[in-house]
T-cell receptor
Framework: DAMVIQNPRYQVTQFGKPVTLSCSQT?????MYWYQQKSSQAPKLLFH???????NEADTPDNFQSRRPNTSFCFLDIRSPGLGDAAMYLC?????????FGPGTRLTVL | DAKTTQPTSMDCAEGRAANLPCNHS???????VYWYRQIHSQGPQYIIH???NNETNEMASLIITEDRKSSTLILPHATLRDTAVYYC?????????FGTGTSLTVIP
């Protein structure tokens, strides 16, 4: 039973062409996260929402934006993808003590 | 700056205990230590967490030193399916900061 769903699993975009990655959850958790994971590196926290409150990490580039229209959905918008933005993007939720991760979306930038 | 440091890789014989260390010397009093693992191309999976007491669950044990500057994750009887990257994480409030991870290989 999928609890954190990410669509699509694989996304290809062109250099500079805006792209949106989607995440949904069936857990009704109040916190949602976006992480960037580059090849052979640890996940890096980009930002998170506590309910509707948006919390940006200090070193997250302005090129990355997020929207959370309701509890279930959260979107990652990359306004002008560069080659360096190619990575796995992980969505996670949390309520209480644990984080629950989705399977990730692998973004390729051509 | 990384909040945790871990060895890059470790091997463990199948059926033996795997002991994965983590240093978190700058941890503050209200920051929890979490362990997650990630199997190739999947999202990280929760293993265990603790604040200052040792913890045990069905997957693993977590030993935290008294000064809380380091911890050890113990997989008591490693199997081939435990081959993964193990991340030691410090949690502050709602923010989870991943360490560099240890790639554990369980050898038959």
């Amino acid at each position: 039973d999928a609890m954190v769903i990410q669509n699509p699993r694989y996304q290809v975009t062109q250099f500079g062409k805006p792209v949106t990655l989607s995440c949904s959850q069936t857990l009704n958790h109040n916190v949602m996260y976006w992480y960037q994971q580059k090849s052979s590196q640890a996940p890096k926290l980009l930002f998170h929402y506590y309910d509707k409150d948006f919390n940006n990490e200090a070193d997250t580039p302005d090129n990355f934006q997020s929207r959370r229209p309701n509890t279930s959905f959260c979107f990652l918008d990359i306004r002008s993808p560069g080659l360096g933005d190619a990575a796995m993007y992980l969505c996670a939720t949390a309520m209480g003590q644990k984080q629950y991760f989705g399977p990730g979306t692998r973004l390729t930038v051509l | 700056d990384a909040k945790t440091t871990q060895p890059t890789s470790m091997d463990c014989a199948e059926g033996r205990a795997a002991n994965l260390p983590c240093n978190h010397s700058t941890i503050s009093g209200n920051e929890y230590v979490y362990w997650y693992r990630q199997i190739h191309s999947q999202g990280p999976q929760y293993i265990i967490h603790g604040l200052k007491n040792n913890e045990t669950n069905e997957m693993a044990s977590l030993i935290i030193t008294e000064d809380r500057k380091s911890s050890t994750l113990i997989l008591p009887h490693a199997t081939l399916r435990d081959t993964a990257v193990y991340y030691c994480i410090v949690r502050f409030g709602n923010q989870f900061y991943f360490g560099t991870g240890t790639s554990l290989t369980v050898i038959p």
